[in-house]
């Protein structure tokens, strides 16, 4: 599932997932439409931005987590300020991923984490 308040984004995340092994079940443009289709898609993994209106992606990686423990979350922004990454990493994201980002970065951050699903 894919979380981006900026449509573009979602454009080039989805063109990135589409092209390899990866199903994108979902989009949501905040973190409250994000968290109502986490729970009704169920995904294994969500790519969620942090700075989005009505509810940031903390917030809402906070709420997915605790409703779907077992959903892995990649958290990306272009800011990548020590303070957001850690709230991040504690709060239960298995990646963070910095804006300007290149396919490869998100594949690598992927792979790892699909790697990491299938051995449970």
Not at 24 to 43: D, F, H, Q, T, Y
């Amino acid at each position: 599932m894919i979380v981006d308040d900026n449509d573009m984004m979602r454009t080039i995340l989805r063109g990135i997932l589409r092209g390899e092994a990866y199903e994108v079940i979902g989009e949501a443009r905040n973190g409250s439409i994000a968290v109502e289709m986490a729970e009704r898609l169920k995904p294994d993994i969500v790519c969620m931005d942090v700075m989005m209106p009505e509810k940031d992606g903390l917030e809402a990686l906070l709420e997915i987590k605790a409703a779907r423990p077992i959903t892995e979350i990649v958290m990306i922004t272009s800011n990548a300020d020590p303070e957001t990454v850690q709230n991040s990493i504690e709060n239960g994201a298995s990646g963070f991923i910095v804006k300007p980002f290149n396919a490869a970065r998100i594949l690598d951050t992927l792979e790892r984490i699909s790697t990491r699903l299938n051995q449970k």
